[in-house]
């Protein structure tokens, strides 16, 4: 079975500023997917941003980003110009290459980033 | 329907009661997910839905926990004899196919957020 580590459970930076969110994962496969959600206050999981493990580029949405290391298994996401809007929980969810049901997604913890403005 | 719809948003119920909660997928969705998510944790898989079928019911906790999904469409969670530790918000998730892939991508509803007194 997958894992998914969230190390951080609370991360704070200024309005404008540059934050990283860890994620590590534990896997025997060698095609997936990675996901970055956020969940605001409303509960509704908003998708980020995703990553294929079999693209070599790192993936990126305007100001998100991420660094994904698949020897190391390790996928960050880098928040740039941070927003207070940006402020909720994220979570690190992984995903099987044919994933259907219990392989759908796995998330982590989550890390919950605030914005001080 | 535009996205993933939820009732109740809330629900507050004695320990033993029956309850109920509705999900209705986005029109089309194939796949539908239940999860189960925890005060400071992330969504945890409890059943998938392929159509009308229950294709993985693998991680329902035990078998007061039951879930329906009679024309392929909405689905229902049943939880019988509701215990305290039932308490969390329940999220659903639609897919257009449930497989690998940006078709398989989970669009997620608001939660309905259940708490047993």
């Known amino acids: 079975a997958q894992t998914v580590t969230q190390s951080q459970p609370e991360m704070s930076v200024q309005e404008a500023e540059t934050v990283t969110l860890s994620c590590t994962y534990d896997?025997?496969?060698?095609?997936?997917?990675l996901f970055w959600y956020k969940q605001p206050p409303s509960r509704q999981m908003i998708l980020v941003i995703r990553q294929e493990a079999y693209k070599q580029q790192n993936a990126t949405e305007n100001r998100f980003s991420v660094n994904f290391q698949k020897a190391a298994k390790s996928f960050s996401l880098k928040i740039s110009d941070s927003q207070l809007g940006d402020a909720a929980m994220y979570f690190c969810a992984y995903r099987t290459y044919t994933g259907g049901g219990a392989d759908g997604l796995t998330f982590g913890k989550g890390t919950h980033l605030i914005i001080q403005p | 329907g535009a996205g993933v719809s939820q009732t109740p948003s809330n629900k507050v119920t004695e320990k033993g009661k029956y309850v109920e909660l509705r999900c209705d997928p986005i029109?089309?969705?194939?796949?539908l997910y239940w999860y189960r998510q925890s005060l400071g944790q992330g969504p945890e898989f409890l059943i998938y839905?392929?159509?009308?079928?229950?294709?993985?019911d693998s991680g329902l906790p035990n078998d007061r926990f039951f879930a329906v999904r009679p024309e392929g469409s909405v689905s229902t969670l049943k939880i019988q004899r509701t215990e305290r530790g039932d308490s969390a918000v329940y999220l659903c998730a639609s897919s257009l196919t449930g497989v690998g892939g940006r078709d398989g991508e989970l669009f997620f509803g608001e939660g309905s957020r259940l708490t047993v007194l």
């Open positions: 029109s089309g969705h194939t796949a």
């Open positions: 896997t025997s496969e060698s095609d997936y997917y």
């Open positions: 839905f392929q159509g009308t079928g229950a294709a993985d």
